[in-house]
């Protein structure tokens, strides 16, 4: 390859520095921006599962009641209906059976 | 009588920017080829997913190719950025007219065109555009590609959105670029093989260019500042 095979070019300094610079940045903050736009998003994406989260807890703390075995009715189904806690009418009444119905047709 | 062109070369675009927009339309040509498939999506799904990778490995590509550029010559990306963006009374009368390319192709006619700098009223136009929607199509890009679950959804969406606008206004122009820069054929030399312009066809089409910013170079191929 030729050392030069033009004859004219473009004057390297004709942008002066201060502008050479202001653009430099506005270019730099242009792409600085939304960069940082979506890293603040991408940041703060489990914000709002936080919020419910802290809420629940708060709700729970600030409770009268905080246990179900401490709950007056169940305390009363068991005292004049169910018997013992795991006892044979309350496993029949109160546990879930399963059915398969994966096979219906 | 005869009418002698001035041929005196004047450097237009330098090797490092050849090579950039070489491998930038190396990239782009099977983005927007693919991207056209993945959009309208009429192949099966076998075909769709060699779509998918081809778009994903041109992707990468253009991108590093951006970056490699913005970080290796950010001179050039400095003055790129001054000279689409800057905004004068001539653009104005230059898309009045349209450059005067209708008139020429449609009527044969030549118009008075305002004397434009490097890049005229609608390159720079183009140029902006590039800049900008090449800049969103790569960010959007990436966070489509790599974390489409770990990003907010909303914001997953508002990016394949902008990836989407963005990639059809690009590739709207593009048949428009590719026209242009074969009928401006010194340039498209210029551009495509050894970065020259002959003088007569600056002084033509870039008169405010060869005017405040072309000086001679000295024997050893540096600009002689002499302003």
């Not at chain 1, 960069?35 to 709700?59: C, H, M, Q």
């Not at chain 2, 009374?89 to 390319?101: E, I, P």
């Not at chain 2, 800049?135 to 489509?144: A, C, D, E, H, P």
């Amino acid at each position: 390859m030729s050392k030069k095979s033009y004859l004219f070019a473009e004057d390297s300094f004709f942008l002066s520095r201060r502008k050479f610079i202001a653009i430099g940045a506005a270019f730099a903050a242009a792409l600085a921006l939304p960069v940082g736009w979506f890293s603040s998003k991408l940041e703060r994406r489990n914000e709002y599962i936080k919020a419910r989260t802290e809420g629940l807890y708060k709700d729970d703390a600030i409770a009268k009641l905080r246990v179900s075995h401490a709950n007056p009715a169940v305390e009363k189904y068991y005292k004049e209906f169910g018997g013992q806690p795991l006892g044979h009418l309350s496993h029949d009444l109160l546990h879930t059976h399963f059915v398969d119905r994966t096979k219906l047709s | 009588m005869t009418h002698q062109h001035d041929m005196r070369p004047i450097q237009k675009h330098p090797l490092n920017v050849r090579i950039f927009h070489y491998i930038l339309l190396l990239s782009f040509l099977p983005l927007a080829a693919t991207g056209l498939l993945l959009y309208f999506k009429p192949l099966s799904q076998a075909g769709m997913q060699l779509t998918y990778d081809i778009h994903i490995i041109a992707g990468v590509v253009m991108a590093l190719d951006a970056v490699a550029f913005t970080l290796m010559a950010f001179d050039r990306v400095v003055l790129f950025v001054s000279r689409v963006f800057s905004f004068s009374s001539r653009d104005v009368k230059w898309f009045m007219v349209l450059g005067g390319y209708p008139q020429k192709f449609l009527l044969g006619k030549k118009v008075p065109v305002p004397p434009m700098n490097k890049y005229n009223s609608g390159q720079k136009l183009f140029g902006a555009c590039v800049l900008i929607g090449g800049t969103i199509l790569i960010l959007s890009g990436l966070v489509l590609w790599l974390i489409p679950h770990a990003a907010p959804r909303d914001v997953v969406y508002f990016l394949g959105q902008a990836h989407l606008i963005s990639g059809l206004v690009l590739t709207a122009f593009l048949p428009v670029h590719l026209f242009l820069a074969v009928y401006r054929f010194d340039d498209f030399k210029a551009m495509m093989v050894h970065g020259n312009v002959p003088y007569h066809d600056a002084a033509e089409y870039t008169p405010l260019w060869v005017e405040k910013e072309i000086v001679p170079v000295t024997a050893n191929g540096e600009p002689a500042t002499g302003k």
